[in-house]
Each structure stands twice: as structure tokens, then as C-alpha cells.
């Protein structure tokens, strides 16, 4: 846990960090978020965060700036005072606070917080493991591709998943895979690279942007495009992508065995290079 918290201007202890009861994010999840990996105390991928940030705070007219300068600030002065080697740093911003009531007014005072957490990523090295995940419908709100707090069909299919003792819910909407609750879902198929498009159906992953990257420059072949449920199943490889769980493998989706149980050679290469490409 953070030992300190930042909350307005003010970096306080973090049990002090409070917020008023009609915030609209309590109220309404009327907020906005990011999560940054840091890893050796760099923080990583962070001009994608901060865009991803001012994509979300324009789509819901949030009276906001993003600046570039002040973010970083804050978030170098929190993995100093917390002294973290590795870990996240999560953001959060809200509308800000007003008397109950749906519709908005302009002009509000957004609330924002940032504290870290440590943690211990799965690294392709001898630890590298693989996890079994489940497959859940997607019922989420239209807008999954903006970063908000309004978390409660994730946190659904999230908790589906740890009942069943699995990593991950993959979502399902009709027949085919957008994303999973927290990450995104890649498939391998005939040497092929398969992900769903960033389109207004699923966030578009920082990892997961990272990742393209290499995956051209490995001069492998990637193809952003819906796929079944089906497909899944029948994948030679399963990954998924998040800042939290870099390239994680999946090794069983449902009842299903991917790869016969075992790490696919191409996430694993995968896992390998987008770990070089971020440090
Ligand atoms: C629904 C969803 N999709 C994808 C991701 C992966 O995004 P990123 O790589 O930016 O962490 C996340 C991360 O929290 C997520 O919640």
C-alpha cells in the first residue's frame, strides 16, 4: 500500500486521503482513470497514458487539462516518497462535486488522486506462467473504449473468474471476443497474430498499442480483426495484454486446453520483446 497519497495539490498520508460523499465518481462513477506500470522506478509507456488520458477527458467533456508536465511530476514525487521499485501507479479523476443530480453543470471542480501499489509482474523468466481464464458475455456500457471507473460488468465477470479459480474473463458479445475484463485478448492462428480492433467495443490497450509496435518490428504478422468464440478455442496460442499483466499466456479458456496447458513459443517471444521494448 502507498504510504502516501497525492489528492489535490497535496500529497497527504494515505488513510487521510479523503474525498466529499457527493463526488460524482462515488456517485455516479462519473470518473476517469489510469494505470502505469513502473517497473525499477522508471515509469513506463507514459506519453500513451497521458493521450489515452485527454481521449477520455474529451469524450466526456471533463472541464480539465491534461498536462503533460505537472502528471509526470506527480507521479515521479509519489514513487520517490513511496520508494517503489515495482508497481503501478494508479490515477483517478472525477467530474468533481455537486448536489445529487444526473445531468452535470459546466464548470465543475475535478477531483484527483494518485497513489502506487507494489507489484510483482508475471516476466518472462523462469516465474513465467501461464493462466487458465473463462469466457463471460460482455454487458458492458457502449463506450468500453473510454477509460471510466463505471467498472461494474468487469468487476462481475472479474469476480466470475476468481470463483472459478481463473486469471481472467474473456468477453464474449453474441458470438465473438472483444476484450477481457481488465486486458485485452489476443489469439495465434497459423503463425498469425489475431486482436480485435480499437474501435468503440473495446479500451485500446497502452500494451497493447506497445505491442503492435513489435510485433512489426519482428516482421510478424499481425491482423486487427474481430474473431468467434470459436476461433478461440481452436487458437494454437492465447494472451492477454494490460499494464499490469504485460503479456500474460492463457493456458485453458472454459474447459478448453490451448497449446496442450503449456506457453506458446510465440508469446513467450512476445512476453520477451515487449519487455525489452518498455525497460
Ligand atoms: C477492459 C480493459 N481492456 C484492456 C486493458 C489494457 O489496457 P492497458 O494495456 O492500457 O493497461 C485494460 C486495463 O486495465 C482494461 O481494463
Known sequence: MSKYAYLN????????AKIHIEDRGFQFSDS???VIKVLNSKLLDLDFHISRLKYSTKELNFNYKVNHTSLTKIFVNL???NKLKNGIIYLQITRGVQPREHAYKKGLKPNIIAYTTKKKFNLPDKNYRGYKAITYPDIRWGRPDIKTTSLLANILAATEASKKESYESILVKGNKITEAAHSNVWIVRGKKIITHPA???ILKGVTRTVLKNVIKSLKLQLIEKEFSIKELFKSEE????????LVTPIIQVDKIKI????IGAITKSLALNLYKAII
Request: a positive charge; charged letters at 25%; aromatic letters at 14%.
Open 199 to 201: 474501435n468503440n467495443e
Open 9 to 16: 495539490n497535496k500529497y497527504v498520508n494515505f488513510k487521510d
Open 238 to 245: 492465447v494472451f492477454i495484454t494490460s499494464s499490469g499483466s
Open 32 to 34: 476517469v482513470y489510469e
Open 79 to 81: 514513487v520517490n516518497k
Open 259 to 262: 497449446n496442450n496447458g503449456k
